[in-house]
Structure formats: C-alpha cells, structure tokens
C-alpha cells in the first residue's frame, strides 16, 4: 500500500500533527518506508513462535498481604499543618 499526498494529510489531520506543506513529501516518503518495512516483517515466519506476555520469562514473588503500620494516626497528624478534632484540617475556599 502506498501513500500519497491526501492521505498524509489525512494522517495527520488525524494524528493532530502539524505537517508544512513543504515537509509533506518527505513525510510520505517516511510513511512509506515504514509500511515497507512493516510487509518486510509480514514475509517472516512465526509460526513456531510462542506468543511473549512480557520479555522477562521470570515470575516475580509474591508477599502476604498484611497491614505493617495502622494505629499511627497521632503520629500522621504531627504532620499537618493544621488540625481539628484529630482530622486534618484545611481552609475554607468556597464561602
């Protein structure tokens, strides 16, 4: 399939890209060197090839599920800069 000068406009109009209307030219001949190189990848076989779900062939471990620091709610509050009633406490914005 090749690609002329309407349909790189369309691409980009498309794609929201800013092509000058002297760059169009070069930008066809770019699309067009990708879609030979995506026929080239067509001509080859996978067939014995199993599909990867990611690069890594290695599982990653799990860890329990556990809580390692509830209860520190005083200790939360020392930080903030303001607060009421053991909750944080911001200004009003809206009136």
Known sequence: MAIDNEMVK???FLARLKVEDDKIEETKD???????????????????IMPLVSVNDSSIPM???????GNVKEAVLKNAPMQ?????????VVE
């Open 10 to 12: 369309q691409v980009a």
């Open 30 to 48: 770019e699309f067009n060197k990708i879609l030979n190189w995506i026929e080239q990848l067509k001509e080859v076989d996978t067939s014995d």
């Open 63 to 69: 860890r329990e599920d556990t809580i390692t620091d």
């Open 84 to 92: 009421e009633f053991g909750y944080f406490a911001v200004p009003k």
